[in-house]
């Protein structure tokens, strides 16, 4: 299994960027698809999680201007940000919650920087 993030990039405050993240592989089911995030210095924290059968949860900081979205025929899953400020800048790391043949449990793709400048 493989998860392959891209989309992110330089920008200005205010500004937009999308990101996706692609699951590839042997894959049973795809249970949860989203975002993390990991600031220089701070901790890797929640941005918005998708359950694919259910609903999405943000981070209080992204609330309102930060979309999750889910194609389930390209298991992508998407992230919209918008409004974004320098506190939004960090490398983002998609993670999946599947099942294949031999497991079911989280796998983490590579991390995208984005860095917005003021």
């Known amino acids: 299994v493989q998860l392959q993030a891209s989309g992110g990039g330089l920008v200005q405050a205010g500004g937009s960027l999308r990101l996706s993240c692609t699951a590839s592989?042997?894959?049973?089911?795809?249970?949860?698809m989203g975002w993390f995030r990991q600031a220089p210095g701070k901790q890797r924290e929640l941005v918005s999680l998708?359950?694919?059968?259910?609903?999405?949860r943000y981070a209080d900081s992204v609330q309102g201007r930060f979309t999750i979205s889910y194609d389930n025929y390209k298991k992508t899953v998407f992230l919209q940000m918008n409004d974004l400020n320098p506190e939004d800048t960090a490398v983002y790391y998609c993670l999946s919650n599947l099942a294949t043949p031999l497991f079911e449990r989280d796998y983490w793709g590579q991390g995208t920087q984005v860095t917005v400048s003021s």
């Open positions: 592989g042997v894959i049973y089911r795809i249970n949860k």
């Open positions: 998708l359950d694919i059968n259910g609903s999405a």
